[in-house]
């Protein structure tokens, strides 16, 4: 499924400047890690590129949440 038509039914209309930035810079077949603070949208800019993913290839997508202490 295309990312416009995820934003569609999600009813967003315009990504953050993180997860804008997450969806240019991801590479497949290299490790990604994103630092972001707690509520930046970290999760939607993962589900995006696990969308984005071929699904003719099994995937393996890895994430770990730090408690933040502060």
């Not at 290299?30 to 630092?35: A, G, I, P, S």
């Not at 393996?60 to 933040?68: E, G, I, Q, V």
């Amino acid at each position: 499924m295309e990312i416009s038509t995820i934003l569609q039914k999600l009813q967003i209309e315009h990504l953050n400047s993180m997860q804008e930035e997450v969806l240019r810079q991801f590479r497949a077949h290299q490790d990604f890690m994103l630092l972001a603070p707690t509520g930046s949208g970290k999760t939607l800019a993962f589900a995006l590129l696990v969308a984005r993913l071929d699904r003719g290839e099994k995937k393996l997508l890895s994430m770990s949440y730090r408690r933040s202490y502060t």
